[in-house]
């Protein structure tokens, strides 16, 4: 129990182009999705907290909105890197809680944008 | 306000060997633990957590690791290295209770030598 599907895995786009990113929890009801970032050898870096159906939470010196993020039903959360700029390059990860401590925390296999 | 502090970037072992990576936090509230490996390229997997229960704590793999409520460590074991435990490992720690971001530490290279 409790998978988190992210996808795509990796994706490659051009300057000032969109990219999107989903997470979808497969057995379990995702009340609370958080999305991290990760530089090369560095660890995760929470930027934003989504509750189902109200506006995401962002951390301090995240944009929102270049980083938008909707959670719009219990399984599905998205991440959109709009007008991408090489810098935006990184991996991110999203994790789902689903209000129950049994399946907290878990992570999608990560997504590895790279803009060019 | 969470911290955590893991001591030592890079480990390394000898196959078969102790495993051992530290893991010190600082929380205002009760804390729950989490320790984490990560392979290249991939999400996180759950090795492990703390939630109020038992101070000692089996995972998967063969890890385990221990709350020291007085020592404010949640360090990370292994009696034996094998090769495929080479990885990054993440501690984390979150309030206690459900739904709750983590804070993540800063990550341990483990390095397993034959």
């Known amino acids: 129990g409790a998978v988190v599907s992210q996808h795509p895995s990796r994706v490659i786009c051009k300057s000032g182009t969109s990219v999107k990113i989903e997470c979808r929890s497969l057995d379990f009801q995702a009340t609370t999705m958080f999305w991290y970032r990760q530089f090369p050898k560095k660890s995760l870096m929470l930027m934003a907290t989504?509750?189902?159906?109200?506006?995401?939470?962002?951390e301090q010196g995240v944009e929102k909105d270049k980083f938008l993020i909707n959670h719009a039903s219990l399984t599905l959360s998205t991440l959109t890197v709009t007008s991408a700029h090489p810098e935006d390059s990184s991996f991110y990860i999203c994790?789902?809680?689903?209000?129950?401590?049994?399946?907290?925390?878990?992570f999608g296999s990560g997504t590895r944008l790279t803009v060019v | 306000a969470q911290s955590v502090t893991q001591l030592g970037s890079h480990v390394s072992v000898s196959e078969g060997a102790l495993v051992l990576l530290r893991c010190n936090y600082s929380?205002?509230?009760?804390?729950?633990l989490f320790w984490y490996v990560q392979y290249p390229n991939q999400g996180l997997q759950l090795l492990l957590k703390y939630t109020s229960a038992a101070t000692l704590v089996k995972g998967i793999n063969g890890f385990e690791a221990e709350f020291k409520k007085s020592e404010t460590s949640f360090h990370l074991t292994k009696p034996s290295a094998h090769m495929s435990d080479a990885a990054e490992y993440f501690c984390?720690?979150?309030?206690?209770?459900?739904?709750?971001?983590?804070?993540f530490g800063s990550g341990t290279q483990l390095t397993v030598l034959p």
């Open positions: 929380s205002s509230v009760p804390p729950y």
């Open positions: 984390a720690v979150s309030p206690s209770g459900s739904a709750r971001q983590l804070t």
């Open positions: 994790s789902a809680s689903g209000g129950n401590e049994n399946y907290g925390y878990t």
């Open positions: 989504s509750n189902e159906g109200s506006k995401a939470t962002y």
